[in-house]
């Protein structure tokens, strides 16, 4: 029999230590409450790019006259008293450049379309979502894509001023574009917040640089809506694997695993509720994913443990299964968190935002997740079977059927 060491000293420092810490978790949640972020709460999303326009288009005349872009063709339909109404459409594939598209659109009359890059692909093209399509004498700016040369911390800086902004790069390079989340206050309309957010990337860059590509807004119906479906997403997911666990072994097993697993998501909505990090999406992704880490590791452990139950004689309680069966696994859980925190601990070094948030909430799911299949899993059988006694026929037949053969 391999060394044994004694786990079991330690079932009840470790419940008393995990108490205390969720129990600071549920004061904390009175008192300080959860950091939802935009996932959750309503708000505002929207995305932009920033880049100097290609080519301005104006209009002198009595006509309504509206410019439609897609990345096959421009259309501009002029309508209205005292004109023909006629849509005029310019093929990309025949059109290839913004110079050359120029020259068939100022043969419109009141249009003139003045370029600022003359060379670029028509291709690439688009126009800012949030401005009038109408043509008047007004400049609408037609922009392109694959010109960028700013950063998401760019755009941060720009919107320094705001709080609870949340900014995350679409794409990579030249053609990137950023998504904008805020959340809205009680106190503010979507227009407040839109108007707000869009006159400081104005200010900041230029008002004729910035494009919107989509704005939404998340709702107070919609954002109450996501937090329901992920509570009912993470309560079965824990049914789904006790009954998996109950299936596979015990009843007890399988509600030990469970337990810890609540244990774990407890001590991880403590971490996140005292550092007050954004509880987003990405987030709760980390909860679920260390869910999936922590059970894997606790049916290793419990998959020893059926295994010492038929194999291990001479014991006088079931502490001293459980103890052989932790020191069994014990390099193995070891190896397998550290291995695993070294690819984590590197996201939370070299990356930012949204991701660095997931990798702390990570590293503190991974620990976590080996301490409690080692002492709260265990911990919660010994005290289940603590009036365990051992089968001595069964582990004597075995051993008699060993030396027959």
Known sequence: MKKQIKFSKGFVPSAIISGVIIILGIVGFFTKGINFGIDFKPGLIEEVRVAPPVAEITYDGPAKINVELSAGQMDVI????????????????QIRTVAELANEVNKIDGIKMIVNDGGFDTTKLFLNSIASNILSKDALYIYPAGTSDITTDDIRTALASKSGINVKQLGEGADASYQIR?????????????ESVNDSLYNYFGKEKVAVIKTDFIGSSSSRSIVIKSIIMLVLTIVLIWGYAAIRFHWDF????IVALLHDSMIMMTFIIWTQMEFSATVLAAILTIIGYSINAT??????VRYNMKYMEDVKCFNDILNQSLSDTLVRSILTTFTT???????????????????LALIVGLISGAYSSIFISSGFISACRKNWKPEYGVHHSLKDNSNNE
Not at 78 to 93: C, H, K, P
Not at 182 to 194: F, N, P, R, T
Not at 348 to 358: E, H, P
């Open 78 to 93: 002029i309508s209205g008293l005292g004109a023909t109404n006629e849509t005029r459409s310019f093929n990309f594939g």
């Open 182 to 194: 805020v959340g809205l206050s009680a106190d503010e309309s979507q227009d407040d917040i839109l």
């Open 254 to 257: 399988a509600l030990g695993s």
């Open 299 to 304: 049916v290793v452990i419990l998959d020893r």
């Open 341 to 359: 925190l070294i690819a984590v601990v590197s996201l939370f070094i070299f990356t930012d935002g949204s991701i660095k948030d997931f990798s």
